[in-house]
Every structure is written in C-alpha cells, then in structure tokens.
C-alpha cells in the first residue's frame, strides 16, 4: 500500500512527449521548460516584455480624463503659492533693506570723502 502511494506521486511529475507535444501546440514552446532555445538576450527578453507592459498601461490610461483635485491637494497646492509668496516677499524685503544700507554707506562715504578732501585740497573742490 505504502508502495503504491509512493509510485503514483512519482507518475505525477512525469510528462510524456505526447502530452509535451500537445503542450506545444496549445500554449507555444517555453524556454522554462527545455520546449525552446533562447536564441536571444535575456536583457533583450525582459525589455520587450517590459516595453509591451509599458505600452499596455499607457494605452489603458491614455484616455482617461485627468481626475480632478480633492480638498487635501488644492490646500497642499493653495499653501505651496502661499508660502513661496512668502518667501519671495522676504528676498524683496532683504534686497531692499541691503540697497539701502548700500546707499547709506556710499552717501556717507561720498561726503566724508568730499569733506577731507575739501579740507585737505581745497584746490580740487573748486576746480569740481
């Protein structure tokens, strides 16, 4: 009995070429299972199964309308502007507070320079 049992799941996994050959025909030769020779890449194998997948889901989606925004992406996208107004106003702001103290110092610059050299070459001053 033992036997028996032990012999029928050996008959299991045995395929004859008859059925191999049917297989074949229905389904087309494999390289899984020793039916074809891989007479290309692998690499080349995987790229035009992934390019057919590609093409199959582009298709799919290529016609659908663009879904519209729910409440959470419009509020990331409202404080996204928000802040990078923000953000802008402040390099404004900075830009201008450094341009004014730019002229500050040239303005002083300039009339303390004007000062010595009035003092020093008064000559110069009036020719100027």
Do not use: C, W
């Not at 419009?74 to 002229?103: G, N, P």
């Amino acid at each position: 009995m033992e036997d028996e049992s032990s012999h029928s799941i050996k008959l299991v996994n045995f395929v004859s070429e008859q059925q191999l050959d049917e297989a074949k025909r229905t389904r087309g030769e494999r390289i899984e299972d020793g039916t074809a020779q891989r007479d290309r890449p692998l690499y080349e194998i995987l790229k035009e199964n992934k390019d057919k997948k590609d093409a199959e889901f582009n298709e799919r989606f290529k016609h659908r309308p663009p879904k519209a925004l729910d409440e959470d992406e419009t509020e990331f996208l409202d404080k996204l502007v928000m802040s990078r107004r923000e953000y802008e106003r402040q390099v404004a702001d900075e830009e201008a507070e450094q341009l004014r103290s730019f002229q500050v110092i040239f303005y002083l610059t300039f009339f303390t320079m004007k000062k010595v050299l009035k003092l020093n070459y008064p000559y110069l001053v009036a020719l100027g």
